[in-house]
């Protein structure tokens, strides 16, 4: 079945290092992004990216990094400049501008 | 920010219509009306969108106003599985750099 796949589901790391998310899509889809969700709040963009080799930042992209080396991946490194890095994170995708967004089930980050 | 306003909460009886009522009095005219849902800890699932006619599929229907600044997404028969964070978000078609901004949605309760 096509989709979009987060992992891992679950992330631990201690403060001060780096951590990255994986995203993988099969859906040939050009548009990825990258939203972060915290207890009882909305979505917020991170960063986005609509073709290959091109990303632009999203509402919260500090501290935050990513790369889009290849259609179906886009990784995101949340590093050590992110002031407070435990929460929901979520990676979705589209078709295009006028597609409606394809969710991944999440990856919760926790940093102690 | 947001450019939609939702109420925070409502409850629906199982079996009954869920109406959920979204505000967006600043769209503008190439701006499309998505809706989401969010049940606990996975990631977003769409629902359905529309320009200005009033659209339905398999899970809901999506009434919007003439004016396009308000929009209502109806359950029909609302069963205990509808029981999520609805988000009503607007989206500009066909320009470059933009991305879906979430609010913080209503959480539908729905009771037997």
């Known amino acids: 079945d096509g989709g979009i796949t987060q992992s891992p589901k679950y992330l631990f790391r201690k403060e001060g290092q780096n951590v990255t998310l994986s995203c993988e899509q099969n859906?040939?889809?050009?548009?990825m992004y990258w939203y972060r969700q915290d207890p009882g709040q909305g979505l917020r963009l991170i960063y986005y990216s609509q073709i290959v080799n091109d990303f632009q930042k999203g509402d919260i992209a500090e501290g935050y990094s990513v790369s889009r080396e290849k259609k179906e991946s886009f990784p995101l490194t949340v590093t050590s400049a992110q002031k407070n890095p435990t929460a929901f994170y979520l990676c979705?995708?589209?078709?295009?501008?006028?597609?409606?967004?394809?969710f991944g089930n999440g990856t919760r980050l926790t940093v102690t | 920010d947001a450019k939609t306003t939702q109420p925070t909460s409502m409850d629906c009886a199982e079996g009954r219509a869920a109406n959920l009522p979204c505000n967006h009095s600043t769209i503008s005219g190439n701006e499309y009306v998505y809706w989401y849902r969010q049940i606990h800890s996975q990631g977003p699932q769409y629902i359905i969108h529309g320009l200005k006619n009033n659209e339905t599929n398999e899970m809901a229907s999506l009434i919007i106003t003439e004016d396009r600044k308000s929009s209502t997404l109806i359950l029909p028969h609302a069963t205990l599985r509808d029981t999520a964070v609805y988000y009503c978000?607007?989206?500009?078609?066909?320009?470059?750099?933009?991305?879906?901004?979430f609010g913080k949605g209503t959480t539908l309760s729905v009771s037997s």
């Open positions: 978000i607007v989206r500009v078609a066909n320009q470059a750099g933009t991305a879906l901004i």
């Open positions: 859906l040939n889809h050009d548009a």
């Open positions: 979705a995708s589209s078709q295009s501008y006028n597609s409606p967004l394809h």
